[in-house]
């Protein structure tokens, strides 16, 4: 267009007149077209580029629709699946509630429970990354429909995984929760243990202190309810503290279930508090009724006291002047005596008179009151009888009767002999005498005795039979009035005996009665019978139902697992080979972009410029060639359909390669470039393989230690309840009634926090290992190493003085389990304990003599009273046999005190 313009200016300066005029309008004319041409190919231009982006646009929503329909489906499986497995958990965690009080159904349950949870938290963290790289991809989509619609599903899939894991979080916790729930009932158990022994003895205490309200009471049963409320307080007081620390230690549901108990633990406590008040009341009553009795009888005694002083008085108020002189001093020394009794009866008696007010005046003030006014009473009493014991006169002897007293004793010391003399003399007098008088009695012969004796069984008869007589008068009087309580009970009873036949008669209607609703309640007894075997049976029915139905569900399970592996392959090689899709189809597209980055098409648009000069040629001659060259963008940009292809003509496309080459030829590219490219990609590939390689080996080698890893928890967790099994049977037995528990501290993960070893010694509480005595300590490893021993034998133990902390039941108790019950290993102990060392089959004392240590070797056995050998089985080995135990000769060497003796033994 511009070389025609040009060319019509140089005709226009060439030629003159009406040509000329005729040039410049036709110069108009090109013009105008010119520009209209111009401004039609910016129309195109523009429509071009709408439609082309328009296209563009969408081809890219149907792209990125179809990535999303290629996306979701996965996403939503995998949400759902997760799902699925939080209600399976669900499920299985009903089995916990359903085992009730079976431990072993309720463990199954919590394992079960505890697998679920474990598989659903694994899928549904699978999902949410999963959706989180969904989400990531989505937000490099180019439509901004696509992305609003993925963001909006994949929200929804992010909330449905948030609803199943809030759902599957409490099934996450529930051997902590079980083991809550379990620690809890151990508390609440320990507390009960503590506080229904403590009701126990307020119920006691209450009887006890019930009976000081009667009479006729004493010390005793006094005692016995002070020990009573004595007990029921420390019992309550103990159960208080119990339940005080617990409260204190506890939290969630311990800290519920203990808080239940507050209000029974206050209502004992204020039963305690009446108790108190109530024996105080009824103590304070007893104790005044037997202060005025021992005050009665102390008043008892002054009186006894003053009546034998008057008794004494008697013979001088009659007059002593007549009297022998020993009789004389016997009745002073009596006087005296019974005047110093009765003065110190009095004493004692005022005393503890004035004790008791003092002591009454602290109690209540209607007791003090009471009691007090008693005493004065006997003080009063006691006032009179010291008034009359001072009016009494002692009879003492005055200084003649003292000097004369004197010489009457030496007279008497002096006619001692004489006396003895005369004794003599009187005995042969009396021996002559009593012969004389036999031989008198014996004058009438034999006749005469045989008359004396039937005289004297005549007068035994007849005295026998005054006492009869006098008996029978008496037993008479006592018939008379036996026989009126006789009448008297008869009478009565047989006014009890209408009132007895009316009340068997009322009787016999209610038994009547009775027969009859037992006849009905017996129809109904056997009909629920009945009824209870059909459902036995049908309960029966059912649990095989539901154990035929938990085995199809396995195997469904099972099933189902198998096909969701088999799809999860077939959907990432699907996955795989749409990412290859993916990969080679954005190398296309960032191939395509560079391509248009290229400054290829600036030839076409200046051929085109210069054909559009040539006037020759026809509008349809235009629009096919500008069919081809669409054609061929189109190829180059988009991939063409069946029917555009064959439109496509291939001497076009052989001249635009050629056109295509040449354009390459006089770009001048860097062809080294390409080499290169291919030695780095061989390489890449080279080291890619070596990279797959070594992650197969890796995810083997994660495989075997996971593998390795559930083997060890496995095992360990199969020791561990053996261990813990035995370990409290143990501790039983050595303690004869204590308790001993290990636990894990950490359920998931045994091998994170350790272990932690509980005990609870015989009349105590639970407490740590670390908080125990000595002694506690000792039995407590003890058990725990012969459980050990129990579940993995060793040949050997070697002990050093593990019995210094233990008296001397607890050393029997370890020196015999070691000697009868320990199988399978020696055990060498140092020991000072005789009852540890007297029953090793080997002892080895250690001893000093001049500086130097030496040892001696004996057999225990040896020193023992043999006994005939008891019957033994065919079976058993004789001690003598080929396992038999051989002690080592003992060492020679002086005998000395053994400081510490080795005992070591092999059970067989």
Not at 76 to 82: M, S
Not at 305 to 324: H, I, K, Q, Y
Not at 502 to 514: F, G, Q, V
Not at 682 to 692: I, K, M, P, Q, V
Request: a neutral charge; aromatic letters at 4%.
């Amino acid at each position: 267009m511009a070389e025609v313009l040009k060319k019509l200016a140089e005709t226009t300066r060439t030629t003159v007149g009406e040509p000329q005029r005729m040039l410049g309008q036709l110069a108009n004319q090109v013009r105008a077209t010119h520009g209209g041409l111009t401004a039609e190919l910016a129309k195109v231009r523009t429509s071009r580029a709408k439609a082309e982006m328009e296209a563009k646009q969408k081809e890219v929503e149907q792209r990125d629709a179809q990535m999303l329909q290629e996306m979701m489906p996965e996403a939503t499986e995998k949400a759902n699946k997760a799902e699925d497995l939080v209600e399976k958990a669900a499920i299985t965690s009903e089995m916990i509630a359903a085992g009730g009080d079976n431990l072993d159904e309720v463990q199954r349950g919590v394992t079960e429970t505890e697998t679920a949870a474990k598989q659903a938290q694994a899928a549904i963290g699978e999902a949410r990354i999963f959706i989180n790289a969904k989400q990531a991809s989505v937000k490099r989509l180019e439509s901004e429909k696509v992305r609003t619609t993925a963001t909006t599903e994949l929200a929804k899939l992010q909330q449905q995984l948030q609803e199943a894991q809030n759902k599957l979080n409490p099934l996450k916790t529930v051997r902590q929760d079980f083991m809550q729930r379990q620690a809890t009932k151990r508390v609440i158990d320990e507390i009960l243990q503590t506080l229904n022994p403590a009701e126990v003895d307020c119920d006691r205490a209450d009887e006890a202190t019930a009976l000081l309200s009667g009479t006729g009471l004493s010390k005793e049963t006094l005692q016995q309810a002070e020990q009573a409320v004595r007990k029921a307080t420390d019992q309550v007081a103990a159960g208080v503290r119990l339940f005080e620390q617990r409260k204190a230690q506890a939290a969630g549901l311990v800290m519920a279930e203990v808080e239940k108990l507050e209000t029974r633990v206050k209502a004992v406590e204020n039963r305690v508090q009446q108790l108190k008040i109530a024996h105080r009341e009824g103590a304070e009553r007893v104790t005044c009724e037997l202060l005025l009795k021992e005050a009665a009888e102390k008043l008892q005694s002054v009186q006894e006291s003053v009546t034998r002083a008057a008794d004494a008085e008697g013979p001088f108020l009659m007059g002593v002047e007549e009297l022998p002189l020993d009789e004389t001093m016997t009745a002073v020394k009596a006087c005296e005596t019974a005047a110093t009794s009765a003065n110190t009866s009095v004493s004692i008696c005022r005393m503890f008179l004035a004790t008791k007010v003092v002591e009454a005046k602290r109690f209540s003030e209607k007791p003090s009151q009471e009691t007090t006014s008693k005493l004065k009473d006997l003080q009063k009493q006691l006032e009179a009888y010291d008034t009359r014991l001072k009016s009494m006169k002692v009879p003492t002897l005055n200084s003649q009767d003292k000097s004369k007293l004197k010489e009457l004793e030496k007279l008497i010391n002096s006619r001692s002999g004489e006396l003895g003399d005369i004794q003599a003399k009187h005995h042969a007098v009396e021996e002559e005498v009593r012969e004389l008088h036999n031989q008198i009695m014996n004058i009438g012969g034999e006749e005469l005795r045989q008359a004396k004796a039937k005289v004297e069984e005549a007068t035994k008869k007849c005295e026998d039979m005054r006492r009869n007589i006098k008996k029978s008068y008496l037993d008479a009087d006592n018939m008379v009035k036996n026989s009126k309580k006789a009448e008297a009970n008869a009478k009565r009873a047989t006014e009890e005996r209408a009132g007895a036949e009316k009340t068997l008669a009322n009787l016999k209607k209610e038994h009547a009665a009775l027969d009859d609703k037992a006849e009905v309640v017996l129809n109904s007894y056997n009909q629920l019978q009945k009824t209870l075997a059909q459902k036995d049976q049908l309960l029966g029915q059912l649990k095989e139902q539901r154990d035929k139905i938990i085995q199809e569900a396995s195997a469904a399970k099972s099933q189902e697992v198998d096909l969701v592996n088999e799809m999860e392959e077939k959907q990432r090689t699907l996955k795989e080979l749409y990412g290859r899709i993916t990969a080679w189809g954005n190398k296309l597209q960032e191939a395509r972009k560079e391509y248009k980055q290229l400054p290829l098409d600036f030839l076409s648009e200046l051929r085109s410029t210069q054909a559009a000069i040539a006037a020759t040629e026809t509008e349809a001659v235009v629009q096919a060639n500008d069919m081809g060259q669409e054609l061929a963008r189109r190829a180059i940009h988009t991939d063409l359909s069946e029917t555009e292809l064959k439109r496509v003509v291939r001497a076009d496309c052989d001249a635009r390669m050629l056109q295509l080459e040449a354009n390459v030829k006089n770009l001048k590219p860097n062809l080294s470039s390409i080499e290169e490219f291919k030695r780095a990609d061989a390489e890449h590939r080279a080291r890619l393989g070596d990279y797959e390689e070594v992650h197969s080996q890796r995810e083997e080698a994660r495989r075997k230690l996971e593998g390795l890893r559930q083997t060890r928890l496995e095992e360990f967790m199969d020791g561990f309840s053996v261990i813990s099994m035995k370990l409290k049977e143990m501790y039983q037995m050595i303690t004869l009634g204590g308790d001993a528990e290990l636990e894990l501290v950490d359920t998931l993960d045994p091998f994170s926090e350790g272990i932690n070893f509980s005990v609870r010694p015989p009349k105590k509480s639970w407490k740590q290992i670390t908080n125990l005595s000595g002694g506690e300590k000792t039995l407590a490893s003890l058990s725990l190493v012969f459980a050990l021993h129990h579940y993995k034998p060793t040949p050997l133990y070697f002990m050093d003085e593990i019995d210094a902390a233990l008296d001397f039941r607890n050393v029997s108790i370890i020196a015999n389990y070691i000697k009868e019950r320990t199988k399978n290993a020696q055990f060498i102990v140092i020991s000072l304990r005789n009852h540890m060392f007297e029953l090793a089959d080997l002892l080895v004392g250690i001893y000093k003599t001049q500086d130097v240590s030496k040892s001696v070797a004996i057999n225990p056995s040896a020193f023992e009273v043999k006994k005939p050998p008891p019957l033994q089985d065919a079976n058993c080995e004789g001690t003598h046999g080929a396992g038999a135990k051989r002690p080592l000769p003992p060492i020679e060497g002086p005998p000395a005190t053994v400081r510490r003796t080795a005992a070591g033994g092999k059970e067989n």
